[in-house]
């Protein structure tokens, strides 16, 4: 069976300062793993995925994850915090079925950016 | 291209009564799904289609009927609505359904059941 764990489901940087949002995923094969972000009100929008090519992704507005195997993590990280990136993000890995897929999402981490 | 659209943005019913949520998507996705979102809980499929005329149930289902009678359009059907039915839901759709596709995500409907 495949899950997700989100580690924090909350996390307060001041702007300018390092990101760093904790997944961790159990899966029983290779997975897909993605990062997506919810802002106030919206719909979720995809940050960047892992599809077993480079380990180290890089995504939209500054994001990366690193794959880690032995770890079973996908951890998101950012260099520097902005005003713009508080929002909602979820890690979320995937469940071919039959062929096709189904997204298993982890509970969410909120992150608040504070001036 | 407007992507994944839903409608209403808004809704409030009361228990027993019917309604449809629309989902309509204009990037000739063979893959429509419908997740609903509960605090704590981030996002869990209702039902799902692969494509026009098959669809599927996924983690919760019970209380929804879907049907998929074009690519474009994927309406979520609330039988008999119940106070736990109140949540978020948000379409969603994608190139193929495969595990390395991304998701396309409307802006969701918020529904309230008295």
């Known amino acids: 069976a495949q899950s997700v764990t989100q580690l924090d489901s909350h996390v307060s940087v001041s702007e300018g300062t390092p990101v760093l949002l904790r997944c961790n995923y159990s899966?029983?094969?290779?997975?897909?793993l993605f990062w997506y972000v919810q802002h106030p009100n919206k719909g979720l929008q995809l940050l960047l995925k892992?599809?077993?090519?480079?380990?180290l992704v890089k995504g939209i507005n500054g994001f990366e994850a690193e794959f880690k195997k032995s770890e079973t993590s996908f951890h998101l990280t950012k260099p520097s915090a902005h005003m713009s990136d508080a929002a909602e993000y979820f890690c979320?890995?995937?469940?071919?079925?039959?062929?096709?897929?189904?997204?298993?999402f982890g509970a969410g981490t909120r992150l608040a950016v504070h001036p | 291209n407007a992507g994944v659209t839903q409608t209403p943005k808004f809704q409030v019913l009361k228990t027993g009564q019917s309604m449809t949520l629309q989902c309509a998507q204009d990037?000739?996705?063979?893959?429509m799904s419908w997740y609903r979102q509960d605090p704590g809980m981030g996002l869990r499929l209702i039902h799902y289609?692969?494509?026009?005329?098959?669809?599927d149930q996924g983690e919760v289902p019970n209380g929804y009927n879907v049907s998929r009678s074009t690519t474009e359009d994927f309406p979520l059907r609330l039988l008999s609505a119940a106070p736990s039915q109140t949540s978020v839901y948000f379409c969603a759709s994608s190139h193929r359904g495969f595990n390395t596709d991304t998701q396309y995500f409307g802006p969701g409907t918020r529904l309230t059941v008295l």
């Open positions: 289609s692969v494509g026009a005329g098959i669809t």
């Open positions: 899966s029983s094969y290779s997975p897909s």
């Open positions: 892992y599809t077993s090519a480079a380990t």
């Open positions: 990037m000739n996705h063979e893959y």
């Open positions: 979320v890995v995937s469940r071919p079925s039959g062929g096709y897929n189904k997204l298993i």
